[in-house]
């Protein structure tokens, strides 16, 4: 499955921890944690922000070292031809080193389970902190020209927000919760 992820697609993480719980809880999805894989060479990476900031790392580390299941996720096909990957991983690029937003990761799952978090414009200025959904909805819009959320601001973005984006798709299973029973089928079309 490895070979056929591509540059720009999207991993979602399911984590069991007690921040990813928060997350979850917050959210209403099983999904804790995004990033964005990227071939370097012959080396697949993943480009994310955690506690340390927005860093970058081996895919394989990333996905084996999660204390949870691994998504892959990808742009659907009739809107993959608009969005630019090489854009999306020169964002990517261009966040490198930006702190964590801790205070702003807790203030949107706040908002979410107030369900108040709909309807926020995205700022002109580049953020100077990030979470991992937030990273992830940025580099896309403003790299990739395609909004993953356009209900909400790249700030209010959550990794339930990009599991329900009308953009991407479930392509499969990297990283199996051994505890979970999850089938192996791609996921539907939303429901109009």
């Known amino acids: 499955m490895r070979e056929r992820i591509r540059t720009g697609d999207v991993l979602l993480f399911k984590g069991k921890g007690p921040l990813s719980a928060f997350i979850r809880w917050g959210s209403g999805s099983d999904y804790s944690h995004a990033a964005i894989a990227s071939w370097e060479g012959a080396r697949l990476m993943v480009y994310h922000a955690v506690f340390k900031g927005v860093r970058y790392a081996p895919a394989s580390e990333a996905v084996h ?3 949870g299941q691994v998504d892959w996720w990808s ?29 702003d990761l807790a203030r949107l799952v706040w908002l979410m389970f107030l369900g108040k978090y709909q309807g926020t414009p995205d700022p002109a200025d580049p953020p100077p902190a990030m979470f991992c959904s937030w990273y992830v909805s940025h580099c896309y819009r403003v790299g990739g020209g395609v909004d993953l959320c356009p ?42």
């Open 65 to 67: 070292r999660y204390d």
């Open 75 to 103: 742009p659907r096909p009739a809107i993959d031809p608009q969005i630019d990957r090489g854009a999306i991983i020169a964002q990517a690029r261009a966040n490198i080193g930006k702190p964590f937003a801790t205070i």
């Open 151 to 192: 209900i909400a601001a790249d700030c209010c973005t959550s990794p339930a927000m990009l599991e329900r984006s009308r953009i991407l798709m479930l392509r499969g299973i990297l990283h199996r919760d051994p505890q979970r029973q999850l089938d192996d089928e791609p996921a539907q079309e939303p429901a109009q």
